[in-house]
C-alpha cells in the first residue's frame, strides 16, 4: 500500500513485475476491500505492516490461514491497543519486530540477521531504499521534512567520509572528547603528547574505545610547537585529515609586575606556535579535507584574569590566527571556556565542582560536551564564542517581559515563522500549521520550563497565542500548574469561540458596517455545520462592505435544504429590498448558498471558501466506508457505549462525558449534536435541481488533503455552474 501517486509510480519502476491492481491505497482501510477482491476473498500470507491504528486492524483481517503479521510500526505497540483475539483462530501468527532488542547482550539472532541482510547485498535481494540525504549540520531540517509525511525512501544524515582528527595532550578532557568524537563516528585518531600513555585510566579508555568501537587511536610523541616535527605529524597521515582539536595549555600564573619574558614564552608556545604550524600545515596537505579546526581558548582571554596576563595574550593569540582563517574560508573555531569541571584543570588543581573561579562555577563536562556540539552546528560563521556559568545565577521573575518574548519566539520558531509579531493573539496553533513534530517540541518546552502537562497534541493545538503569553507574564500561575485540569480545560477547549454560539439566538446579525461598494450593498455570509460564523468574524473586519451573517436558530427549519434555503432568502430580502445580492459560504453553508442561488435568480455573485455543495457528503462518504465494517465499528466504539440499547442512550452517555469539561448542559448538548447530525443527513441527500447562472469564485487551498482522490480540483463546481 502507498499513499500517492507518486509512491505508486517508484514501485512500479523499482518493480517492473507489479502493475496498477498490486498496489492499494494507505491513506484509508478501503486497501482492505481491494486487497480481498484481488485474492478473491483468501486474503494473504504474509504482512510487513508499519500502519496504525484502523488499518493496522485492516491489516491484521487480511490475514489467510496460517498467515503471518509482521508489525515494523510502534504506535500501536508503545500505545498498548488491542488485538482482537479471534484473529488467532486462523492459526495466525503475530511478530512485533523491535530491531533494538536484536542489540541485547548475549543474542544470537543479531549475527544470524546480520549475515542474511550481507548475503542480500552481495546476491542483490537486500537493495538501498530511495535516500534524502542531509548533512549533518541540517538535522533540524530533516526532522521538518520527514514530519510532513511526503517523502519516499529513508531519511538519512551524510556522515563525513572516514578521516582522521587530530587531538593534543592525554589530559583527562581530551579523553572524554576522544570518546565523544569515537561515539559520533570517528574512527581514526592521533593523540598527540610529549610523555604517552602514563596512567592506567588512559590506557584503560583508549583500549576500551579501540576494542568497543572498532577505533584506531595512535599516540604520537611529535612537538607541534616544532615546524619540521609538525610537519612530518601532518603530511605523514595515510587518511584525508578532517578535523584537529587543540586542547594543550600551560599555566605559569602571577601578578603582571612579576611576569618575565620566559613565562610568557612557556605558556605562549603551545597556544601560539603550535596553533600557527597547525594552521600553516593543514593549508598545505589538508586544506580541501578539512571540516574541523577547533582551539581551546579562556573567558580569561576575553574577559580577563588577575594574575593571567600570559595566558590571556597566549588565547588571544590562537583566537587571532582563527579569525584569520574565517576571513580565507577556512574552518575555524576559537572557544573561550569558563572554568570546565569534572576534569579539567581547576579540578585537578583547586577543588571541586563547586570551587568559584572568577565568579564562574566549574561547567560540568556533559555540558561542556553539549555545547561543542552547538558551536560546530552553528550555521552562522563566528570565529570565536563564549560558554561559563555564572556562580551567582540573576533571577527573573515569571513577570519578565524577557522571557514572554523567548517562550513566543521560540515557539515562532518551530512553526517557521520568521517574525513572531505577526502571529494573531487569538489565532490558535493548528491554524498556524502545527506539525506532530512540532507538537511534541512546545509539549516538551512548556513541561520542561513552565511545568505544565498536556495531555495530548489535541490541546496543544488549541493553545491561542495570547495565552502563551500568559502562561509567561502571569505571575500569579503556579509553577506545577497543569493545564489539563479541569478548569483549565474548559478555557483551553474554547479558546477559539464561544460555545455559546452553537446555539445562536439571533437569526442576522451585523459584523461590520461599512460604506456601500458600488456593486453590492450587503454581503451575507451563510453559517457551516456549527450553525454560526464567528471563525470568519476576523476576516470581515477587514472587508470593505457591510458584512451580515446568517445563523441557524431553533426557528430555522430542518427538513430539506431547500427549505432552509427558502426561510433565509425571506429574511435576507427583509434586509437588503434591492435584488443584488453578493453571498459567501464555508463548509456546509455551500448546500444552502447553491440552493440560494437557484431559487433566487437575481443573485450576482456567489463566493466560495475552500467549499462546495458536495464537500460534507464527500467527507461523510469517507467515515461511512469505514464504519460500514461491522468488524471495524466493533473493535472502534468503546464497550460503554455498545452496549447501550438506542441512540438517544448514546447520545445521552457522550453528552453527559462533554458536561464534565464543557460549559454547556446536557439538555443543549444533545440538542446541538441532534441539530449537526440533522444538517449532515440533508448534505447528503440535497440534490441539485439545475445549474446555477450567477458568478461563482472558489477560494481554497492549494495543498491536498486525503479526499482529493474522491473530489475533484474544482470541488465539483464545474458540474453545476
Known amino acids: 500500500t502507498v499513499s500517492s501517486i507518486e509512491k505508486r509510480e517508484y514501485l512500479k519502476k523499482l518493480f517492473p513485475r507489479l502493475n496498477d491492481e498490486h498496489i492499494a491505497n494507505s491513506r484509508h482501510t478501503t486497501f482492505e476491500q481491494h486487497i480481498r477482491f484481488i485474492t478473491k476473498g483468501k486474503g494473504v500470507d504474509i504482512v510487513l505492516n508499519s500502519l496504525a491504528e484502523d488499518k493496522l486492524q485492516a491489516s491484521v483481517r487480511l490475514l489467510a490461514q496460517h498467515g503471518r503479521l509482521l508489525e515494523i510500526g510502534k504506535f500501536d505497540l508503545s500505545q498498548n491497543n488491542p488485538l482482537r483475539m479471534g484473529i488467532f483462530l486462523k492459526n495466525t501468527t503475530f511478530h512485533g519486530i523491535l530491531l533494538d532488542s536484536l542489540f541485547e547482550n548475549a543474542n544470537d539472532d543479531w549475527l544470524r540477521v546480520h549475515q542474511l541482510v550481507e548475503q542480500g547485498i552481495q546476491n542483490g535481494i537486500v537493495r538501498p531504499s530511495q535516500s534524502n540525504v542531509f548533512n549533518a549540520n541540517e538535522i533540524e531540517q530533516a526532522f521538518r521534512f520527514m514530519s510532513q509525511e511526503k517523502h519516499m525512501g529513508k531519511v538519512v544524515i551524510k556522515v563525513y567520509d572516514e578521516s582522521l582528527p587530530l587531538i593534543r595532550t592525554i589530559r583527562k578532557t581530551c579523553l572524554e572528547l576522544t570518546e565523544w568524537l569515537v561515539e559520533r563516528g570517528a574512527r581514526n585518531l592521533i593523540l598527540c603528547s610529549r610523555s604517552g600513555i602514563r596512567t592506567g585510566y588512559q590506557l584503560k579508555k583508549i583500549t576500551y574505545l579501540e576494542t568497543f568501537f572498532e577505533a584506531k587511536i595512535s599516540i604520537s610523541k611529535l612537538n607541534i610547537t616544532n615546524e619540521k616535527e609538525c610537519e612530518e605529524l601532518i603530511s605523514q597521515c595515510t587518511l584525508p585529515i578532517g578535523g584537529i582539536f587543540h586542547l594543550a595549555a600551560v599555566l605559569q600564573d602571577g601578578l603582571f609586575e612579576n611576569l618575565t619574558t620566559d613565562l610568557f614564552d612557556q605558556v605562549a608556545d603551545i597556544k601560539y606556535n603550535g ?44 583566537e587571532r590566527i582563527c579569525q584569520q582563517r574565517q576571513k580565507d574560508g577556512l574552518p575555524a573555531l576559537a572557544i573561550q571556556w569558563g572554568a570546565i569541571g569534572d576534569v579539567g584543570m581547576v579540578i585537578e588543581n583547586l577543588g571541586s565542582n563547586d570551587t568559584i573561579v572568577g565568579g564562574t562555577l566549574p561547567q560540568r563536562m556533559a555540558s561542556c560536551l553539549e555545547t561543542i556540539d ?13 560558554s561559563y556559568v555564572l556562580a551567582e545565577k540573576s533571577q527573573k521573575t515569571s513577570g519578565s517581559s524577557t522571557i514572554s518574548i523567548s517562550l513566543i519566539e521560540t515557539i515562532a520558531n518551530i512553526l517557521g515563522i520568521s517574525d513572531a509579531s505577526t502571529m494573531s493573539s487569538d489565532g490558535i496553533l493548528a491554524d498556524l500549521d502545527l506539525d506532530s513534530l512540532g507538537s511534541v517540541e512546545i509539549k516538551q518546552l512548556l513541561g520542561q520550563k513552565y511545568s505544565i502537562s498536556l495531555a495530548n497534541s489535541k490541546e496543544i493545538q488549541q493553545l491561542t497565542i495570547k495565552r502563551l503569553k500568559e502562561i509567561d507574564s502571569s505571575s500569579s500561575v503556579p509553577a506545577t500548574t497543569a493545564i489539563n485540569n479541569t478548569e483549565t480545560k474548559k478555557s483551553s477547549s474554547i479558546s477559539s469561540f464561544d460555545l455559546s454560539q452553537l446555539l445562536p439566538k439571533d437569526l442576522i446579525v451585523l459584523l461590520n458596517e461599512k460604506v456601500k461598494s458600488n456593486k453590492y450593498h450587503h454581503l451575507f455570509l451563510i453559517h457551516p455545520i456549527e450553525g454560526h460564523v464567528e471563525m470568519l468574524k476576523e476576516l470581515s473586519q477587514l472587508l470593505p462592505i457591510t458584512v451580515f451573517r446568517i445563523q441557524s436558530t431553533n426557528d430555522v427549519p430542518n427538513t430539506s435544504i431547500e427549505d432552509i434555503a427558502a426561510y433565509y432568502i425571506k429574511k435576507i430580502i427583509e434586509i437588503q429590498l434591492t435584488r443584488t445580492y453578493l453571498i459567501d459560504r464555508y463548509s456546509f453553508g455551500a448546500c444552502i448558498a447553491v440552493e440560494i442561488a437557484l431559487q433566487l435568480p437575481s443573485i450576482t455573485q456567489l463566493l466560495l471558501l475552500d467549499s462546495s455543495h458536495s464537500y ?29 440499547p438506542s441512540y438517544d442512550t448514546c447520545l445521552l452517555f457522550a453528552a453527559e462525558i462533554l458536561n464534565k469539561t464543557i460549559n454547556i448542559v446536557v439538555d443543549n448538548i444533545i440538542l446541538i449534536a441532534k441539530r449537526f447530525h440533522n444538517k449532515l443527513l440533508l448534505a447528503e441527500k440535497y440534490i441539485l435541481s439545475n445549474k446555477i447562472q450567477c458568478h461563482t469564485i472558489l477560494f481554497r487551498v492549494q495543498t491536498s488533503s486525503e479526499y482529493s482522490e474522491t473530489i475533484r480540483d474544482d470541488y465539483g463546481m464545474s458540474i453545476i455552474c
Do not use: W
Not at 586544506?287 to 593571567?308: E, H, M, P
Not at 552547538?374 to 563564549?386: A, H, M, R
Not at 461523510?620 to 465499528?633: C, G, H, I, L, S
Open 374 to 386: 552547538y558551536f560546530l552546528q552553528q550555521s552562522t560563521n563566528i570565529p570565536v564564542v563564549l
Open 616 to 644: 460534507v457528503v464527500t467527507h461523510t462518504k469517507q467515515y461511512r466506508t469505514k464504519f460500514d465494517e461491522p468488524k471495524y465499528a466493533e473493535a472502534a466504539i468503546l464497550s460503554d457505549l455498545a452496549n447501550l
Open 275 to 318: 596553533t600557527k604550524n597547525l594552521d600553516k600545515y593543514t593549508r598545505i596537505y589538508s586544506q580541501k579535507t578539512l571540516d574541523y579546526f577547533v582551539v581551546f581558548s579562556s573567558i580569561s582571554c576575553g574577559r580577563g584574569n588577575a594574575g593571567q596576563t600570559n595566558y590571556g595574550y597566549a588565547n588571544s593569540t590562537m
